[in-house]
T-cell receptor, first 112, second 118 residues
């Protein structure tokens, strides 16, 4: 079945870059997403990439997509303490349902 | 717009009790879904709906019922609560049921309901 995998934890120092990785299984996924969840809150869409793109940059965020290896990454430049949160990778499934499959989430800890 | 709203924010139940988690959206979204979030397991899809009158099962539907009588509301019913249903529940909605040809068809999430079953 469909599966999305992420490492569970990443710790970086303030000002460093963070790279969060994700692998997925559905090669026909149309969109891949990164969501951010702050403590006690719901998920908010950070950025997304269309499957025919290799890279997308949005201010401090860079998304890289390697379709051959089914690997997605999120790079946060100049990481700030406010970036501490759980980051979820998600893939949209093929077909006309709008369903998303989420990874387990990566907890990003930013040390001052 | 209020976006996606969920009630209650917190709930404690005893094993065997039933209850309904409410979800509403005021964005005229076609697609609505319920997820549960458990530590180390990410979000798992319980049920979803692609429009009023249409619902379908997700990954973990057992022990839950849904209905979609209006576009706005998508309640989740726990028929006989069990400790394994202790979790945080999120409702989400998106504009179209299918992946849009343009744009991301972003899913908007509610703030969550934290449920404890004793």
């Amino acid at each position: 079945g469909e599966d999305v995998e992420q490492s569970l934890f990443l710790s970086v120092r303030e000002g460093d870059s963070s790279v969060i990785n994700c692998t997925y299984t559905d090669s026909s996924s149309t969109y891949l997403y990164w969501y951010k969840q702050e403590p006690g809150a719901g998920l908010q869409l950070l950025t997304y990439i269309f499957s025919n793109m290799d890279m997308k940059q949005d201010q401090r965020l860079t998304v890289l997509l390697n379709k051959k290896d089914k690997h997605l990454s999120l790079r946060i430049a100049d990481t700030q303490t406010g970036d501490s949160a759980i980051y979820f990778c998600a893939e949209s499934l093929s077909g006309n349902t709008g369903k998303l499959i989420f990874g387990q989430g990566t907890t990003l800890q930013v040390k001052p | 717009n209020a976006g996606v709203t969920q009630t209650p924010k917190f709930q404690v139940l005893k094993t065997g009790q039933s209850m309904t988690l409410q979800c509403a959206q005021d964005m005229n979204h076609e697609y609505m879904s319920w997820y549960r979030q458990d530590p180390g397991m990410g979000l798992r899809l319980i049920h979803y709906s692609v429009g009023a009158g249409i619902t379908d099962q997700g990954e973990v539907p057992n022990g839950y019922n849904v209905s979609r009588s209006t576009t706005e509301d998508f309640p989740l019913r726990l028929l006989s609560a069990a400790p394994s249903q202790t979790s945080v529940y999120f409702c989400a909605s998106s504009l179209r049921a299918g992946v849009a040809l343009r744009g991301s068809n972003e899913q908007f999430f509610g703030p969550g309901t934290r449920l404890t079953v004793l």
